[in-house]
């Protein structure tokens, strides 16, 4: 629904400040800060998201911006009809930013007097962690920041150091975050009444993996997810800013009872984007992955069947005696050691960029990367034995077409006694010994199917592929994979993907 007029003009006049801001701002203040301002398109659709409000509305903003975000929420309390009450309270950092914030909550104000909503803003331009550490730890030196019952947010995106002061900050309540923005979102979950609501757009980083476990446990054991909102392109939701970042948008509500359906939705993100929603039963969403849970998000038919077709799948990584651990060679670390091209003291050293079409062409003496290590005392514990091993690239580039790329490491074209595989990689192994011949290439082309690669972008949003993504698969039989590698299949090509259906069939 378009809003009317005055309702028009308060979002149109704070999404030019804005880009006005963003003009205005140092660039490399803005990656200092992470800072990334949300497009009007989007901040209306976030506000939509809110269940029903009670009367007097105690809103949060931290890290508000020019303050989009609750210009967008006080339109949309005033499309709902009158009578409501907001209290809004908005923590912006940067100097910059806090006058065109302070603006737009005076036109809040102004536009919510129209349409019979109070509108009450206070703009306090200092850090939100450092304050609301303070408030949960009891320490009122600074102004008492209180609950609240709805929050709307667009935290800021940056890596927190372990001897950070903001990880110091975090873990001095009782929390833990490798990000900004899992801070952000995690100490807020805390400031929030019982039934209060969230919605934030966040990295989608955060559904997988053990860099954000401790967020996820977080927020899956303090809040119930009601919908998760996912772009179509990864350009659009920001692409002022020519972010690049996988963002969903999550609504959730503070209470430890969980809801039997998640709303699922997706859009291109731009002024226009059409918004498709599916009803999913949390267990679909929210699932068991060894002892962790990772959230899903199939966003079609398509989704909902390759995971039916995982499900089918008879075996664990673990139930075919096989394990998957990330390469031993820190190549900076071993730089000493380093060698670019081979020699009767080296073995080979394995990096990405010796991938070839489900193989390992080495060496490759044109690369930017060395081929070799030095054979010494100093390097044997980096080293794995000869053998067949399936390796898989831990990082793909945002332009790749898959996101799950696997290479047969092959001994008898690479013939030495031991081999390197560098810290990018990771690799399939039995018990730190290779696989048979069969088992390593029939390994090789299950992961370099098309139903893996759809199944394995549910989970995982950002270019990173875990040793513990790759054990939460289910795989097929030890028998299949050796029927399948004697067809020596080659990736890409209808053959793999045919044979890999006609043993365990896509409903």
């Known amino acids: 629904m378009t809003p009317p007029p005055p309702l028009s003009k308060l979002l149109s006049d704070a999404d030019s400040r804005r880009k006005s801001a963003t003009a205005e701002l140092v660039q490399g203040s803005r990656s200092d800060l992470g800072q990334f301002l949300t497009p009007a398109p989007v901040a209306r659709l976030m506000a939509g998201m809110f269940a029903e409000l009670p009367a007097r509305i105690r809103l949060l903003d931290p890290g508000a911006g020019v303050g989009g975000l609750t210009a967008a929420f006080a339109a949309e309390t005033c499309l709902r009809g009158g009578g409501q009450a907001i209290v809004a309270t908005a923590y912006e950092v940067d100097e910059v930013l806090a006058p065109h914030l302070r603006e737009t909550y005076a036109n809040c104000r102004a536009t919510c007097g129209k349409h019979d909503v109070g509108f009450t803003g206070r703009v306090r331009n200092e850090d939100f962690l450092e304050a609301a550490v303070n408030e949960l730890r009891g320490d009122f030196s600074s102004p008492p920041v209180g609950l609240f019952n709805a929050a709307i947010m667009n935290p800021p995106y940056r890596k927190i150091g372990t001897a950070s002061r903001e990880r110091r900050l975090v873990r001095s309540v009782g929390l833990d975050a490798t990000n900004l923005y899992a801070a952000f979102v995690a100490l807020t979950v805390r400031l929030l009444e019982p039934d209060g609501q969230i919605v934030a757009i966040i990295p989608r980083s955060f559904c997988n993996g053990p860099y954000f476990r401790t967020f996820r446990d977080t927020l899956l054991s303090e809040t119930a997810i009601l919908r998760i909102h996912v772009f179509d392109s990864r350009k659009d939701a920001f692409r002022d800013d020519g972010v690049l970042q996988e963002n969903v948008i999550i609504h959730v509500r503070k209470s430890k009872a969980k809801p039997h359906k998640v709303i699922i939705s997706s859009s291109s993100g731009g002024p226009d984007g059409n918004v498709v929603e599916r009803l999913l039963p949390y267990r679909d969403v929210v699932r068991a992955a060894n002892d962790d849970q990772f959230i899903h998000l199939p966003t079609d038919a398509d989704d909902d069947r390759t995971a039916r077709w995982m499900a089918t799948l008879p075996e664990t990584l673990k139930s075919i005696g096989l394990t998957v651990s990330t390469g031993r060679v820190v190549d900076f670390r071993a730089k000493d050691y380093l060698r670019p091209v081979p020699s009767k003291t080296t073995v080979p050293l394995i ?157």
Not at 427 to 455: Q, V, W
Request: positive net charge; proline residues 7%; aromatic residues 10%.
């Open 351 to 507: 990096y990405p960029c010796h991938f070839s079409n489900g193989t390992i062409s080495w060496p490759k003496l044109d690369a930017r990367k060395p081929n070799a290590l030095e054979d010494c005392a100093k390097t044997h514990s980096l080293l794995v034995p000869r053998g067949y091993y399936v390796v898989t690239k831990r990082f793909s580039s945002k332009e790749e077409r898959r996101r799950l790329v696997a290479a047969v490491y092959d001994p008898e074209v690479m013939t030495a006694p031991q081999v390197g595989f560098e810290n990018h990689l990771n690799y399939f192994h039995r018990g730190g010994e290779g696989l048979s011949k069969e088992e390593a290439f029939g390994l090789c082309a299950f992961l370099n199917s098309e139903p893996i690669d759809r199944y394995f972008r549910q989970f995982n949003g950002h270019t990173q592929v875990n040793a513990t993504d790759l054990r939460s698969l289910r795989y097929p039989s030890l028998d299949v994979l050796r029927e399948l590698g004697k067809l020596r299949l080659v990736p890409g090509t209808p053959e793999l993907e045919a044979s890999i259906r006609e043993r365990y069939p896509l409903d």
